[in-house]
């Protein structure tokens, strides 16, 4: 099975320290890396903007040695209250592939363990509430990126994330769809966090509510972590009978899983 992963960081990303070029030493597919942009980031105390004019540069020197395999990506980590930021920030860049996420709420990531602590209702209203800021905000985006993300530290099954968020996810969905965006299967969440039935709970939704897009990716932040376990992931998919990932190379095209 080629590898078509689309969502991949290196060292213009805040948290990655892996040379880029690494991963094109290593194989020979398409690479789009989805670099870290999270205005207000309380894991940094700062706003995280990846080196734009020195990525820029990097992906076109790429591109002369490995016969056009790089392209721009970027994870957009949004922040309802600094939109116009953002929006400042992307301004005149161009990128084959943008990912859209909710990383944390100005005053956690919810990812820290302070989540663990707090009713489970109040950071799924929290966080949701933000997802849905995202889809409806003025930010354009290719993908929504791990929507499981602030459960990935919470002990929630399906069926108490149809209790608790229902009403967000069918929104999520229908925005998602009506935007004609893809939805991602991250192997970090399935696999190292254990979310795939979370996952499945999601997938037989977005389908039943007409989403047919789908992304693969492996939320790597250094080499050992490419495109991994993505044969579980295309047997997951094939189950319910999606045959085809979507790949942003600047522009869409259907790849297929078999």
Do not use: C, W
Not at 97 to 103: D, G, N
Not at 161 to 168: C, R
């Amino acid at each position: 099975m080629k590898i078509y992963d689309q969502h991949l960081h290196s060292n213009f990303s805040f948290d990655s320290e892996e040379n880029i070029e690494n991963y094109f030493i290593s194989n020979e597919n398409n690479i789009v890396t989805t670099e870290h942009m999270d205005v207000a980031n309380p894991v940094t105390g700062k706003n995280d903007f990846p080196d734009y004019p020195s990525y820029d540069k990097k992906i076109r020197e790429l591109n002369e040695k490995y016969n056009n395999r790089a392209y721009k990506g970027i994870e957009i980590g949004f922040f309802p209250e600094k939109e116009e930021e953002t929006l400042k920030y992307l301004d005149g860049k161009t990128y084959a592939l943008k990912l859209l996420s909710v990383h944390h709420n100005g005053k956690f990531d919810f990812m820290d363990d302070i989540v663990t602590t707090l009713p489970v209702d109040q950071v799924l209203d929290d966080y949701f509430n933000r997802m849905i800021q995202a889809l409806e905000s003025h930010v354009s985006a290719n993908v929504l990126a791990h929507f499981d993300y602030a459960l990935r530290k919470l002990d929630v099954t399906p069926e108490q994330l149809d209790s608790y968020a229902k009403k967000y996810l069918d929104k999520i969905i229908h925005l998602t769809v009506g935007k004609e965006m893809s939805l991602e299967l991250n192997a970090k969440s399935m696999y190292l966090y254990g979310n795939e039935k979370l996952y499945s709970y999601m997938v037989e939704k977005y389908i039943g509510l007409g989403g047919r897009l789908f992304t693969l990716g492996s939320d790597a932040h250094s080499l050992d972590q490419y495109g991994n376990k993505f044969d579980k992931m295309r047997e997951f998919l094939l189950k319910y009978k999606i045959s085809e990932v979507a790949e942003y190379t600047n522009d869409l095209k259907m790849r297929p899983l078999r």
